[in-house]
C-alpha cells in the first residue's frame, strides 16, 4: 500500500510523490485498511511486476500457441520464457 501526493513539477507536469508504504500480510488487510482512510490518495501496489497485488480471475477461452526458446529471470529467481503468444478460442 502506498500514499501519494498529487505535485506539479516545475515544467508544470503533474506527478505523484509517493509519501509512505504500508505493507499486509493479505490483501484482505490492505484492502481493510485502504477502506479505512478518509484520503483517496491510497493505492494497493506490487514491487514485484509478476505478481498482482490484487486478486485476478484466471482468462478462460485463451491457448497457449507460442513459447519462446529465451527465457527472463524475474525477480522472485524464476525463469520464465520471454515471450508467450496466446489465441483467442471462442
Known amino acids: ?10 515544467e508544470g507536469k503533474p506527478y505523484k510523490e509517493i509519501t509512505s508504504v504500508e505493507q499486509f500480510d493479505s490483501y484482505e488487510e490492505a484492502e481493510a485498511y485502504l477502506l479505512s482512510q478518509e484520503s483517496a490518495n491510497y493505492k494497493i501496489v506490487s514491487d514485484n511486476p509478476f505478481i498482482s497485488p490484487v486478486p485476478l480471475e484466471a482468462l478462460k477461452h ?15 529467481g524464476k525463469t520464465i520464457p520471454s515471450v508467450k503468444i496466446f489465441e483467442y478460442i471462442d
Open 62 to 76: 485463451y491457448t497457449l500457441i507460442h513459447s519462446s526458446a529465451s527465457y527472463t529471470r524475474h525477480p522472485g
Open 1 to 10: 500500500m502506498i500514499s501519494y501526493q498529487q505535485k506539479v513539477s516545475r
